[in-house]
């Protein structure tokens, strides 16, 4: 079912309270306790937002969220018809299956064929790439998944629309049991009805959702119970788990699902620390000066998956799309010891070769004396594993 055909349905639901998240947060914000439901089961710690030197969420005098830097510029009218009509489009992806396959195979995730094997009970860390920027992290007992995007297209429709011209490694019912799901922002690409539908549907309210402030009524609409909104710099944990924080950290796009709700959801990236590893999720994003706060404040981290594609034209997509040499600046910024690479290879949203990424990657990993093992890219369905023990991790 498309989003655009149940909006109706949802809109009437009455069964999920819309405020009743929001009043916990704000409770738990005002009284310094935790809350000890299965929507907080740790209270929120305003300490980093309180710094002089960290950058807070911003909006302007219309209440939308603006992006606070010099960096970014606003994606007006006329440069998106300049860019639709006056570019040319050289992302060449082939028609052949054959020839994808061979260029850009898609493996069978290790849990499906060894189901046994997921949930990494010790130090180490695994991830596993399933397209696009969604991926299956694997850490600190906790198993949980960035931007789940299972559809066909990132669209409102499943009709029209940019399409994957590569498929998902899996389908939701082959996933294993998920903890938790972080979403970055609400574009159609890292934020997909029917995957959070469908997910909410196997995991119910066992399932926590990490998501930026302003979301959490659209969550809701979804049937989506257990969920918490955060603004930049505030952090909850999957009830449970309370060793494991998960921290809502900046970073500079812009949000948009229909004609009249630009930003009003906020958007950035995810820094999830645990008691043996470090992951960093920097979602969709132009390069900004956020990426050495967050390093400073939270690095060195052992994982980082940083986005490398739809970035062409420069002029047009650098201040919301890292090229990636600016990926591989943060990589650096946030001093991550190792790097995956996300957000190429599966939609051609931009108009740069569809293999392009990968190279140019590894172009600007040598400038910066670093090798392919420091940012890896991996196969559609592909697992790495991360072990601290390791002297070479």
């Given at each position: 079912?498309?989003?655009?055909?149940?909006?109706?349905?949802?809109?009437?639901?009455?069964?999920?309270?819309?405020?009743?998240?929001?009043?916990?947060?704000?409770?738990?914000?005002?009284?310094?306790?935790?809350?000890?439901?299965?929507?907080?089961?740790?209270?929120?710690?305003?300490?980093?937002?309180?710094?002089?030197?960290?950058?807070?969420?911003?909006?302007?005098?219309?209440?939308?969220?603006?992006?606070?830097?010099?960096?970014?510029?606003?994606?007006?009218?006329?440069?998106?018809?300049?860019?639709?009509?006056?570019?040319?489009?050289?992302?060449?992806?082939?028609?052949?299956?054959?020839?994808?396959?061979?260029?850009?195979?898609?493996?069978?995730?290790?849990?499906?064929?060894?189901?046994?094997?997921?949930?990494?009970?010790?130090?180490?860390?695994?991830?596993?790439?399933?397209?696009?920027?969604?991926?299956?992290?694997?850490?600190?007992?906790?198993?949980?998944?960035?931007?789940?995007?299972?559809?066909?297209?990132?669209?409102?429709?499943?009709?029209?629309?940019?399409?994957?011209?590569?498929?998902?490694?899996?389908?939701?019912?082959?996933?294993?049991?998920?903890?938790?799901?972080?979403?970055?922002?609400?574009?159609?690409?890292?934020?997909?009805?029917?995957?959070?539908?469908?997910?909410?549907?196997?995991?119910?309210?066992?399932?926590?959702?990490?998501?930026?402030?302003?979301?959490?009524?659209?969550?809701?609409?979804?049937?989506?119970?257990?969920?918490?909104e955060l603004d930049w710099w505030e952090e909850n944990c999957v009830p449970g788990h309370d060793k494991v924080t998960f921290v809502f950290t900046p970073?500079?796009?812009?949000?948009?699902?229909?004609?009249?709700?630009?930003?009003?959801?906020?958007?950035?990236?995810?820094?999830?620390?645990?008691?043996?590893?470090?992951?960093?999720?920097?979602?969709?994003?132009?390069?900004?000066?956020?990426?050495?706060?967050?390093?400073?404040?939270?690095?060195?981290?052992?994982?980082?998956?940083?986005?490398?594609?739809?970035?062409?034209?420069?002029?047009?997509?650098?201040?919301?799309?890292?090229?990636?040499?600016?990926?591989?600046?943060?990589?650096?910024?946030?001093?991550?010891?190792?790097?995956?690479?996300?957000?190429?290879?599966?939609?051609?949203?931009?108009?740069?070769?569809?293999?392009?990424?990968?190279?140019?990657?590894?172009?600007?990993?040598?400038?910066?004396?670093?090798?392919?093992?420091?940012?890896?890219?991996?196969?559609?369905?592909?697992?790495?594993?991360?072990?601290?023990?390791?002297?070479?991790?």
């Amino acid at each position: 079912m498309d989003e655009n055909e149940s909006n109706q349905s949802l809109m009437t639901s009455s069964q999920y309270p819309k405020e009743a998240v929001r009043k916990r947060q704000n409770s738990a914000r005002n009284s310094g306790a935790s809350d000890s439901s299965r929507f907080s089961r740790k209270s929120f710690k305003l300490d980093y937002r309180l710094e002089e030197d960290v950058t807070k969420s911003k909006k302007g005098k219309d209440g939308r969220f603006v992006n606070p830097w010099p960096t970014w510029k606003n994606p007006s009218i006329p440069n998106v018809l300049r860019w639709l009509i006056m570019e040319k489009d050289h992302s060449s992806v082939p028609s052949s299956k054959e020839e994808l396959d061979k260029e850009l195979p898609v493996l069978k995730p290790y849990f499906i064929t060894n189901p046994e094997e997921a949930g990494v009970r010790e130090a180490g860390l695994r991830v596993t790439w399933l397209g696009h920027a969604t991926v299956m992290v694997e850490m600190d007992e906790l198993i949980f998944l960035t931007d789940p995007i299972f559809s066909s297209r990132a669209s409102p429709s499943q009709y029209m629309g940019p399409k994957r011209f590569r498929r998902s490694p899996c389908t939701i019912s082959e996933l294993p049991p998920i903890d938790a799901v972080l979403i970055s922002h609400n574009h159609y690409d890292h934020l997909d009805y029917n995957s959070v539908i469908a997910l909410n549907e196997r995991f119910g309210n066992e399932l926590r959702w990490f998501v930026p402030l302003g979301l959490l009524d659209w969550m809701q609409k979804c049937g989506c119970e257990n969920v918490i909104e955060l603004d930049w710099w505030e952090e909850n944990c999957v009830p449970g788990h309370d060793k494991v924080t998960f921290v809502f950290t900046p970073s500079q796009h812009w949000c948009k699902r229909t004609l009249m709700d630009d930003n009003k959801v906020l958007w950035g990236s995810w820094s999830v620390l645990g008691p043996w590893n470090r992951f960093f999720f920097a979602g969709d994003t132009g390069y900004c000066p956020a990426f050495e706060e967050i390093g400073k404040r939270f690095g060195p981290f052992d994982l980082a998956a940083i986005p490398i594609g739809a970035y062409e034209p420069r002029w047009f997509m650098k201040y919301q799309h890292v090229d990636p040499e600016e990926a591989v600046r943060i990589h650096t910024d946030v001093q991550t010891k190792k790097s995956m690479a996300i957000h190429w290879g599966t939609f051609a949203l931009a108009n740069e070769h569809y293999l392009e990424p990968p190279v140019k990657l590894n172009e600007a990993l040598e400038r910066y004396g670093l090798n392919a093992e420091d940012f890896f890219v991996l196969k559609h369905g592909e697992s790495r594993y991360l072990n601290n023990d390791d002297e070479n991790f």
